[in-house]
């Protein structure tokens, strides 16, 4: 079963999606199988990561900024190459185990939605397959 949802997201930030997943998960009634989170979108990114000390979401973003900053010899007319860079570093799906009707993640891990070119509507999917 496919799932989508619409979020709205701020200038940059990564945003908690693990209880959207779950919700697909359940919905789907498949206890034994595999989960794609797919973003369809070239300055956001799907990702996963610590769940429990919110400064660890800043940091990410402080982090990315630091890795891939602007750079006023990029070309693109958009001027948004930074973006489009930790969009790809990070990558636009994550695929998760699925064990008794649940993600099978660590105590720690959380699912993220990361937006580096907001605030924008976002979308992402949520594939849920029986094995
Ligand atoms: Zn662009």
């Known amino acids: 079963m496919l799932f989508k949802f619409d979020l709205m997201t701020p200038e940059q930030g990564i945003?908690?999606?693990t209880k959207e997943v779950c919700q697909s998960i359940k919905e789907s009634g498949v206890s034994e199988g595999i989960c794609v989170i797919f973003c369809p979108h070239t300055?956001?990114?799907?990702?996963?990561?610590?769940n429990a000390d919110p400064?660890?979401?800043?940091?990410f973003v402080f982090g990315m900024n630091k890795a891939f900053p602007d750079d006023?010899?990029?070309?693109?007319?958009?001027?948004?190459?930074?973006?489009?860079?930790?969009?790809?570093s990070i990558g636009a799906s994550e695929t998760l185990i699925i064990s008794r009707g649940a993600?099978?993640?660590?105590?720690?891990?959380g699912v993220y939605f990361c937006e580096f070119d907001?605030?924008?509507?976002?979308?992402?999917?949520?594939?849920v397959i029986r094995s």
Do not use: C, M, Y
Request: aromatic content about 8%; glycine content about 6%.
């Open 15 to 17: 945003i908690d999606i």
């Open 43 to 50: 300055t956001a990114a799907i990702t996963i990561n610590e």
């Open 55 to 59: 400064d660890v979401r800043s940091d």
């Open 72 to 88: 006023n010899e990029f070309r693109h007319s958009e001027g948004n190459s930074d973006a489009h860079l930790k969009s790809s």
């Open 103 to 109: 993600p099978l993640l660590g105590r720690w891990q």
């Open 118 to 127: 907001g605030p924008r509507t976002r979308q992402f999917f949520v594939k």
